[in-house]
Nanobody, 121 residues
Framework: VQLQASGGGLVQAGGSLRLSCAASGRIFSSAVMAWFRQAPGKEREFVALIRWGDPRTYYADSVKGRFTISRSTAKNTMYLQMNSLTPEDTAVYYC???????????????WGQGTQVTVSS
């Protein structure tokens, strides 16, 4: 199983970006896919998660109402639409796959390489 994150970049505050996470191999409907992020000097933090087989989602309070997680089973790809970005959203964003409905990074077995998101003020 490999995860490939993409879509990061430099954007001004208030702008938008859409991240993608392309997965190789079959993803079972019970799998949980998530986005985490890590800013310089800070611990990795949970952003959002989705169960592959149904549209249930969950968000960190810091991104609720601004970010939307989704997936395309046909394309084996997960997305993170990020709107109303602020400099506090600057981080490396990682996608991950696991089996537990969890905000804890240690519950995820597979990780993408990360994509940098930089929001300028």
């Amino acid at each position: 199983v490999q995860l490939q994150a993409s879509g990061g970049g430099l954007v001004q505050a208030g702008g938008s970006l859409r991240l993608s996470c392309a997965a190789s191999g079959r993803i079972f409907s019970s799998a949980v896919m998530a986005w985490f992020r890590q800013a310089p000097g800070k611990e990795r933090e949970f952003v959002a998660l989705i169960r592959w087989g149904d549209p249930r989602t969950y968000y960190a309070d810091s991104v609720k109402g601004r970010f939307t997680i989704s997936r395309s089973t046909a394309k084996n790809t997960m997305y993170l639409q990020m709107n109303s970005l602020t400099p506090e959203d600057t981080a490396v964003y990682y996608c991950a796959r696991g089996t537990q409905w969890s905000q804890q990074s240690n519950e995820y077995n597979y990780w993408g390489q990360g994509t940098q998101v930089t929001v300028s003020s």
